[in-house]
């Protein structure tokens, strides 16, 4: 699996919105970008993939230059409680694979 | 529609001792992997189960073992513990054959204390 690099933590006030970048140099033509948070004790939760230009959901959105060697994840507007771990991972989407946290992106929104 | 369940909460075991950590999948999905995530560090891959059998594994000695049974649920063993074993123990779970990274739903985790 491709590696990835973030931000070890970021501060940001409430209602503001927050972009956390991972850098991912060799990633490869079939591999997807995912994003997943985590709370402290809980496990980590899916927020959003994808492989180019832009995805958006409900909860957030993902911005994929065209080399692909970078994304962002951008969440808008962002409220107390999205205080949490934010990891960036890349790999293929299927098949069996041993997936790859990193130390991910300690996002503390401030009031 | 419950989702990834896991049991126990807590856990306090002596060095030495073994250790049993169950989970039990996201209904409608049949492939378990099971994660050591440390305090302050990501999860870290141990194996991947699907039809019963292990798929993929990570760095992990042969103290760790597993299990999947014909529900689909898990069963995480770890032997001859070591303090350095003390950690969340994470299950995920996804659909058919994929395990990977797309969307794989993870229970709350177990937190077992080696002393």
């Known amino acids: 699996l491709a590696k990835t690099t973030q931000p070890i933590s970021m501060d940001s006030y409430e209602g503001q919105e927050v972009n956390i970048t991972c850098s991912h140099n060799n990633i490869a033509t079939n591999d997807y970008i995912t994003w997943y948070q985590q709370f402290p004790s809980q496990g980590p939760r899916f927020i959003i993939q994808?492989?180019?230009t832009k995805v958006t959901n409900e909860v957030a959105s993902l911005f994929i230059p065209a080399d692909r060697k970078s994304s962002t994840l951008s969440l808008p507007r962002v409220s107390l409680s999205d205080t949490a771990v934010y990891y960036c991972?890349?790999?293929?989407?299927?098949?069996?694979?041993?997936?790859?946290f990193g130390t991910g992106t300690k996002l503390q929104v401030i009031p | 529609d419950a989702g990834v369940t896991q049991s126990p909460t807590h856990l306090i075991k002596t060095r030495g001792q073994q250790v049993t950590l169950r989970c039990s999948p996201k209904s409608g999905h049949d492939t378990v992997s099971w994660y050591q995530q440390a305090l302050g560090q990501g999860p870290q891959f141990i194996f991947q189960?699907?039809?019963?059998?292990?798929?993929q594994r990570g760095n992990f000695p042969d103290r760790f073992s597993g299990h999947q049974f014909p529900n689909y649920s898990s069963e995480l063993n770890v032997n001859a513990l070591l303090l350095g074993d003390s950690a969340l123990y994470l299950c995920?779970?996804?659909?058919?054959?994929?395990?990977?990274?797309?969307?794989?739903?993870f229970g709350p985790g177990t937190r077992l204390t080696v002393t």
């Open positions: 189960y699907y039809e019963e059998e292990e798929r």
């Open positions: 994808g492989y180019k």
């Open positions: 995920a779970s996804s659909s058919t054959g994929t395990g990977g990274l797309y969307e794989q739903y």
């Open positions: 991972l890349v790999g293929v989407s299927g098949g069996y694979q041993k997936v790859t």
